[in-house]
């Protein structure tokens, strides 16, 4: 469910922290009126949510979305881990675990069976304030969710012998959280802060209380908690509002309430206090954080709270990153924001120090420029840029009809407004300014800032953590040892009377194309959803391309694209991008930027500085060069990215897919100007890139535009790379020694490229066997957690980063140590019997899966424009997804049996392991 980018360390941290899951932004400019207040399109002035409630207290919030035949139904309790009592720690988010474990009606396999059934997707989140649930459906199928969640307010099974097994894969899960140092870290600053309040415990809870729990516990939590007078149901999507209040009373309306039920208020001293903590652990790169506490989300200070962190810190304009990162060089990343729980709200400012650099130090930069902020005053160009900011990120959010049900789930129970999200934002800049300003002087104290850093563990420190990790695998075996499930998962049954239907039809977007004489393509297409436009670049060259003695070389010249241009330098490219309320990325391979409609020509000229005139400054290139050492360092200290870097190095071997994109620390170091600016000059040319522009455009011509911005640019034809062919590898197992509590279990072996005859029916395997494009937990890999509890998440696909050369069957999980040997055989089983057997059953449900997970690609702006993009480098129509039923339909089942046994042959594949799992550390990590 969660995916995000390494560097927003604070999005990572809140995320995990306030929802748990139960498996596994763009921005835009908004244009300033006179008074310099941002303003919306009138259509996006008129969105209102629908509210109605039930006799029996079930709130329903409905807001239509129409962009695609798609549907979010979203179940919301206002029960969260605060409410639990002492002794109950971990319940409310052991539940979320288990109401989808069946029902009186219901087996235990039945909604994953349903929901995969009708091409659908499901998941849950337990936060400190609140529980839910989530359902996607094709428009077609909806109306099932209804169906299914007020089965699961009042009926769910609690089953021992269920609760066995999903109480050793919450273990996996709590392990997995204890490994992400940084929110882990957090995680106990919140702890230590909010001491005499609930937020002082985790939502996961300690083992210590879940090792005892038993079904019964979690009936009188649910039970009492569970009541349609404590829930929300919240609908956005193509759907009518009546239809959908009909269906909540037809499936909820005769559920009791409890008139008795009422929530407890929760009692926190506030004090002038600062508290630190530190933790030591085996890594290479620290972290620091620093915290405020702030109003919870219930006070409705969020706006203001979220234009300061953007005034403050958040953003490459804002006035810590230019003065610790840019000007300074005290850190290489800098992250800032919220966490928005109800009660009571924290600031957390989280960074990755140069080395040699002091927490203290960095505190008191922070320190210093709180005070120069409140004796200057928040500057007119200040607010707009912040303002700007956020009310862009708004656009994003109508983009996806889940983000938006989160978004007004969660502001209606914190606030009781249905239209908070859309409202809240409708204030002069004049009054906003001082509220920002009062906030960040009443709450942004420097009396009242606590600290945090996860540190390296010196030597002499390293055995006694090992030996603390190796008592708590103990005492987890011992205890959940006495948890056997001695019966199979039950099959499902009552999934047999659904039936699917047939897709709605939907017009897939098509493009206009048009090639211009210096060889740039340009794919564009016109929709008019929200008043933005997304252009992403796709470069012939990819990160593969660097020298052998230079891997890393396109990374740093795609950062130094950003870090100084003929007509701007590094900051003021960063003010006049934010200021505009622009996104931008660059990165090997690809260059996107995004911009309000009136901006388009000015967000192309922006794409031009880039394209054409980086002038890779030495000062800029020394301070990249420090932040892409310390990123290694980062990503070498997290086994779940370079695991996969490792696997590369052993399939590969001399084939450029085997070269690392980040590079090495010595790679990195021996980089001079010159290698950057010849590689620009080679690869960054218009005769290897291919431009799609998706949008709100009407009204542009878009190649008369094109053409007067980039006519001028000339390069070089990028030279087409000689791949070696890929070797079979014999069966191998290669151990990577690292301190974590768990271990990470990959198996590879290649594959096929994307032009291969076998594509399709390994992506119909892929549905079957991984999950594929919808995550199933239907899959043949989930089903094995399901039975042992093994994992928390587990993974697999026969089509791993197939691309024009062949990609990798892989499956890919995470294992406590004295589980290992166990998981091993279980993950060896399946994929022996892989292709042993394929259901009529599966077979259809994984080709509907595709099709009606295409409508994804279709979603927003950006989704298309990468969509037109992947079509046009496979020498895809783009009439490939109307016809994309009738291709599936012409495989067979034997076609998908023969796909899997050609790549998996006689079942030779490499196991890397990365853990605890040799005697000694390796060397030092490049």
């Given at each position: 469910?969660?995916?995000?980018?390494?560097?927003?360390?604070?999005?990572?941290?809140?995320?995990?922290?306030?929802?748990?899951?139960?498996?596994?932004?763009?921005?835009?400019?908004?244009?300033?009126?006179?008074?310099?207040?941002?303003?919306?399109?009138?259509?996006?002035?008129?969105?209102?949510?629908?509210?109605?409630?039930?006799?029996?207290?079930?709130?329903?919030?409905?807001?239509?979305?129409?962009?695609?035949?798609?549907?979010?139904?979203?179940?919301?309790?206002?029960?969260?881990?605060?409410?639990?009592?002492?002794?109950?720690?971990?319940?409310?988010?052991?539940?979320?675990?288990?109401?989808?474990?069946?029902?009186?009606?219901?087996?235990?396999?039945?909604?994953?069976?349903?929901?995969?059934?009708?091409?659908?997707?499901?998941?849950?989140?337990?936060?400190?304030?609140?529980?839910?649930?989530?359902?996607?459906?094709?428009?077609?199928?909806?109306?099932?969710?209804?169906?299914?969640?007020?089965?699961?307010?009042?009926?769910?099974?609690?089953?021992?012998?269920?609760?066995?097994?999903?109480?050793?894969?919450?273990?996996?899960?709590?392990?997995?959280?204890?490994?992400?140092?940084?929110?882990?870290?957090?995680?106990?600053?919140?702890?230590?802060?909010?001491?005499?309040?609930?937020?002082?415990?985790?939502?996961?809870?300690?083992?210590?209380?879940?090792?005892?729990?038993?079904?019964?516990?979690?009936?009188?939590?649910?039970?009492?908690?569970?009541?349609?007078?404590?829930?929300?149901?919240?609908?956005?999507?193509?759907?009518?509002?009546?239809?959908?209040?009909?269906?909540?009373?037809?499936?909820?309306?005769?559920?009791?309430?409890?008139?008795?039920?009422?929530?407890?208020?929760?009692?926190?001293?506030?004090?002038?206090?600062?508290?630190?903590?530190?933790?030591?652990?085996?890594?290479?790169?620290?972290?620091?954080?620093?915290?405020?506490?702030?109003?919870?989300?219930?006070?409705?200070?969020?706006?203001?709270?979220?234009?300061?962190?953007?005034?403050?810190?958040?953003?490459?304009?804002?006035?810590?990153?230019?003065?610790?990162?840019?000007?300074?060089?005290?850190?290489?990343?800098?992250?800032?924001?919220?966490?928005?729980?109800?009660?009571?709200?924290?600031?957390?400012?989280?960074?990755?120090?140069?080395?040699?650099?002091?927490?203290?130090?960095?505190?008191?930069?922070?320190?210093?420029?709180?005070?120069?902020?409140?004796?200057?005053?928040?500057?007119?160009?200040?607010?707009?840029?912040?303002?700007?900011?956020?009310?862009?990120?708004?656009?994003?959010?109508?983009?996806?009809?889940?983000?938006?049900?989160?978004?007004?789930?969660?502001?209606?129970?914190?606030?009781?407004?249905?239209?908070?999200?859309?409202?809240?934002?409708?204030?002069?800049?004049?009054?906003?300014?001082?509220?920002?300003?009062?906030?960040?002087?009443?709450?942004?104290?420097?009396?009242?800032?606590?600290?945090?850093?996860?540190?390296?563990?010196?030597?002499?420190?390293?055995?006694?953590?090992?030996?603390?990790?190796?008592?708590?695998?103990?005492?987890?075996?011992?205890?959940?040892?006495?948890?056997?499930?001695?019966?199979?998962?039950?099959?499902?049954?009552?999934?047999?009377?659904?039936?699917?239907?047939?897709?709605?039809?939907?017009?897939?977007?098509?493009?206009?194309?048009?090639?211009?004489?210096?060889?740039?393509?340009?794919?564009?297409?016109d929709t008019n959803v929200i008043p933005k436009i997304s252009v992403v670049l796709s470069f012939k060259a990819q990160h593969f391309y660097d020298p052998d003695d230079k891997q890393g070389l396109y990374n740093f010249v795609s950062c130094m694209m950003t870090e100084g241009t003929k007509n701007y330098t590094a900051d003021e490219l960063a003010d006049y991008i934010e200021s505009k309320g622009m996104s931008l990325a660059s990165y090997p391979g690809s260059l996107m930027i995004t911009m309000l409609k009136e901006d388009f020509q000015e967000g192309l000229e922006i794409v031009k500085e880039l394209l054409q005139n980086a002038t890779f400054p030495k000062n800029e290139i020394e301070k990249v060069r420090m932040q892409l050492q310390n990123d290694l360092k980062s990503y070498w200290d997290e086994p779940r990215s370079f695991s996969n870097q490792l696997m590369k190095a052993i399939i590969y071997k001399n084939h450029p897919y085997a070269k690392n994109l980040l590079g090495t620390q010595d790679s990195i170091n021996a980089i001079h100007k010159r290698d950057l600016v010849d590689f620009y000059k080679q690869y960054i040319t218009p005769a290897g890139i291919t431009m799609a522009i998706v949008g709100d455009i009407a009204g542009y011509n878009v190649p008369e535009i094109c053409t007067s911005i980039f006519a001028d640019w000339q390069g070089k034809e990028v030279e087409n790379l000689v791949y070696p062919s890929i070797e079979m590898p014999t069966s191998k197992v290669e151990n990577y020694y690292i301190n974590r509590d768990q271990v990470v279990l990959l198996y590879a072996r290649p594959s096929i490229a994307r032009q291969n005859p076998d594509y399709d029916k390994l992506l119909i395997f892929d549905q079957i066997f991984g999950g594929g494009f919808l995550h199933s937990m239907n899959s043949r890999l989930f089903q094995l957690r399901e039975e042992t509890g093994l994992f928390y998440t587990i993974n697999g696909t026969f089509l791993a980063g197939a691309d024009e050369q062949p990609g990798m069957f892989q499956i890919k999980t995470i294992i406590s140590l004295d589980r290992l040997v166990e998981a091993e055989k279980a993950i060896t089983k399946v994929i022996v019997d892989a292709a042993k057997a394929l259901t009529d059953q599966e077979f259809e449900e994984a080709k509907r899966a595709i099709v009606n997970a295409a409508l994804d690609n279709f979603s927003s702006n950006t989704n298309i424009a990468r969509t037109f993009l992947y079509l046009h480098k496979f020498l895809l129509p783009f009439t490939y997804f109307d016809n994309r039923l009738a291709a599936l339909n012409a495989i067979t089942k034997q076609d998908v049996i023969g796909a899997v046994k050609r790549v998996l042959g006689d079942n030779n594949y490499v196991l890397v392991r990365v853990g605890r799992v040799a005697d000694q550390p390796n060397e030092k990590a490049e």
């Amino acid at each position: 469910m969660i995916y995000i980018k390494k560097k927003n360390l604070v999005t990572v941290i809140l995320v995990i922290l306030i929802t748990q899951t139960l498996s596994m932004g763009t921005y835009s400019y908004c244009k300033n009126t006179d008074k310099g207040s941002p303003v919306m399109s009138e259509s996006i002035k008129k969105i209102q949510v629908v509210k109605d409630t039930l006799s029996n207290g079930l709130t329903i919030l409905i807001k239509p979305v129409k962009t695609i035949p798609k549907v979010t139904v979203e179940l919301w309790y206002k029960v969260g881990s605060k409410d639990e009592k002492l002794g109950e720690k971990g319940i409310a988010h052991l539940i979320e675990h288990m109401i989808f474990k069946g029902t009186k009606k219901l087996s235990e396999s039945d909604i994953n069976a349903i929901v995969y059934k009708l091409s659908g997707s499901c998941n849950a989140f337990t936060s400190y304030d609140y529980t839910g649930y989530i359902f996607n459906f094709p428009t077609q199928h909806y109306k099932t969710a209804f169906s299914l969640m007020a089965d699961c307010m009042q009926n769910c099974a609690f089953d021992e012998q269920m609760l066995n097994s999903e109480m050793k894969a919450v273990i996996q899960e709590l392990k997995m959280y204890k490994d992400n140092y940084t929110s882990d870290l957090a995680e106990k600053m919140i702890e230590v802060i909010f001491a005499d309040h609930p937020y002082h415990y985790p939502v996961i809870g300690y083992k210590q209380d879940l090792w005892t729990v038993s079904a019964n516990d979690l009936r009188s939590f649910y039970k009492k908690h569970y009541l349609p007078n404590n829930a929300t149901l919240v609908v956005v999507g193509d759907v009518d509002p009546d239809e959908v209040i009909a269906l909540a009373n037809e499936y909820f309306g005769s559920i009791p309430a409890d008139p008795t039920y009422k929530k407890d208020h929760f009692f926190f001293s506030h004090d002038i206090v600062a508290k630190s903590v530190k933790l030591y652990r085996d890594i290479q790169q620290p972290v620091f954080i620093y915290s405020f506490v702030t109003p919870g989300l219930k006070d409705k200070q969020d706006y203001p709270a979220h234009i300061a962190e953007w005034i403050f810190g958040k953003g490459r304009g804002s006035i810590l990153y230019k003065k610790l990162v840019n000007e300074l060089c005290y850190v290489t990343s800098l992250e800032i924001d919220s966490c928005d729980l109800f009660d009571h709200g924290l600031t957390f400012i989280c960074c990755e120090p140069v080395e040699g650099v002091t927490q203290e130090q960095i505190k008191q930069v922070i320190v210093d420029e709180l005070y120069r902020l409140l004796d200057e005053h928040i500057s007119e160009q200040q607010i707009t840029r912040a303002v700007n900011k956020v009310k862009s990120g708004f656009y994003s959010v109508l983009e996806s009809t889940e983000d938006q049900a989160d978004m007004i789930g969660k502001y209606f129970l914190a606030t009781g407004d249905e239209n908070y999200l859309f409202n809240s934002m409708n204030i002069d800049n004049k009054e906003l300014s001082n509220q920002v300003y009062n906030f960040i002087k009443t709450y942004w104290r420097p009396s009242v800032m606590h600290e945090g850093a996860v540190l390296p563990l010196v030597e002499e420190e390293k055995p006694v953590w090992q030996h603390l990790q190796e008592i708590s695998d103990n005492e987890d075996q011992q205890i959940l040892a006495a948890r056997v499930r001695t019966l199979p998962v039950q099959p499902a049954f009552f999934a047999d009377k659904i039936l699917a239907q047939d897709p709605i039809p939907f017009a897939y977007a098509k493009p206009e194309t048009f090639a211009m004489k210096n060889g740039l393509q340009v794919i564009y297409s016109d929709t008019n959803v929200i008043p933005k436009i997304s252009v992403v670049l796709s470069f012939k060259a990819q990160h593969f391309y660097d020298p052998d003695d230079k891997q890393g070389l396109y990374n740093f010249v795609s950062c130094m694209m950003t870090e100084g241009t003929k007509n701007y330098t590094a900051d003021e490219l960063a003010d006049y991008i934010e200021s505009k309320g622009m996104s931008l990325a660059s990165y090997p391979g690809s260059l996107m930027i995004t911009m309000l409609k009136e901006d388009f020509q000015e967000g192309l000229e922006i794409v031009k500085e880039l394209l054409q005139n980086a002038t890779f400054p030495k000062n800029e290139i020394e301070k990249v060069r420090m932040q892409l050492q310390n990123d290694l360092k980062s990503y070498w200290d997290e086994p779940r990215s370079f695991s996969n870097q490792l696997m590369k190095a052993i399939i590969y071997k001399n084939h450029p897919y085997a070269k690392n994109l980040l590079g090495t620390q010595d790679s990195i170091n021996a980089i001079h100007k010159r290698d950057l600016v010849d590689f620009y000059k080679q690869y960054i040319t218009p005769a290897g890139i291919t431009m799609a522009i998706v949008g709100d455009i009407a009204g542009y011509n878009v190649p008369e535009i094109c053409t007067s911005i980039f006519a001028d640019w000339q390069g070089k034809e990028v030279e087409n790379l000689v791949y070696p062919s890929i070797e079979m590898p014999t069966s191998k197992v290669e151990n990577y020694y690292i301190n974590r509590d768990q271990v990470v279990l990959l198996y590879a072996r290649p594959s096929i490229a994307r032009q291969n005859p076998d594509y399709d029916k390994l992506l119909i395997f892929d549905q079957i066997f991984g999950g594929g494009f919808l995550h199933s937990m239907n899959s043949r890999l989930f089903q094995l957690r399901e039975e042992t509890g093994l994992f928390y998440t587990i993974n697999g696909t026969f089509l791993a980063g197939a691309d024009e050369q062949p990609g990798m069957f892989q499956i890919k999980t995470i294992i406590s140590l004295d589980r290992l040997v166990e998981a091993e055989k279980a993950i060896t089983k399946v994929i022996v019997d892989a292709a042993k057997a394929l259901t009529d059953q599966e077979f259809e449900e994984a080709k509907r899966a595709i099709v009606n997970a295409a409508l994804d690609n279709f979603s927003s702006n950006t989704n298309i424009a990468r969509t037109f993009l992947y079509l046009h480098k496979f020498l895809l129509p783009f009439t490939y997804f109307d016809n994309r039923l009738a291709a599936l339909n012409a495989i067979t089942k034997q076609d998908v049996i023969g796909a899997v046994k050609r790549v998996l042959g006689d079942n030779n594949y490499v196991l890397v392991r990365v853990g605890r799992v040799a005697d000694q550390p390796n060397e030092k990590a490049e």
